[in-house]
């Protein structure tokens, strides 16, 4: 399982680093986000999840990912915002806001970046994928908080995105359910991932 990040491909790569040992792996990558992840976890749906911040860890062992991604604003390319660089706090606090369900369920780093309380922002929607909020972003009814690198916004595309300021980042990583017993699929995977990491 794993939400929209392009470091997905650190996935991906170590099931080529399998398929090239002559290994036959099928890899199956359900999306969503951290909730959604986590749920197919403890169901035993999935082995392994690429998660976003924060999570318990007494339930999960893990390894912390060397990639980051970064938060910023998705918009349309005709919004007032889009004639800056970068994105402050005071440019979001009058603003119909689209944010990630997983910001709305507990206290989140979005909110300390933005120096408000949930009560005194405004948010019209929210989303689990991306995607999807950038269909409501690009209909004009307000801007995403969202990670870099997952929508297009080259080209023809109407949107744009523009990072915040100060900088904020989501670090990622792999998890498992404590006291996993792995197919050897499974395990072959993990070995594989550790040794990916300590290149």
Known sequence: ?????????????????????????????????????LD????????????????????????????????????????????????????????PLICNRNSINHEDDIYKWLKRDQSEINIIATYNLLYNASIMVESGIGYAIA???????????????????PSLDARMSLVWKKYQIFSKAAEKYLIQMQKDLKK
């Open 40 to 95: 197919d976890l403890d169901k035993g749906l999935i082995d392994f999840g690429l998660v976003f911040g924060i999570f318990d860890k007494s339930k999960y062992d893990y390894i912390e990912l060397p990639c980051k991604d970064t938060y910023g604003i998705l918009m349309r390319k005709d919004s007032e915002l889009a004639e800056k660089d970068v994105i402050v706090p005071e440019d979001l606090w009058d603003k």
């Open 1 to 37: 399982g794993a939400g929209e990040t392009h470091a997905v491909s650190a996935l991906i790569h170590a099931v080529q680093q399998l398929q090239k040992q002559q290994f036959q792996l099928r890899l199956h990558i359900s999306s969503g986000d951290t909730k959604d992840v």
């Open 147 to 165: 990670l870099d690198n997952i929508i297009n916004v080259t080209g023809d595309s109407k949107l744009c995105f523009r990072p915040l300021y």
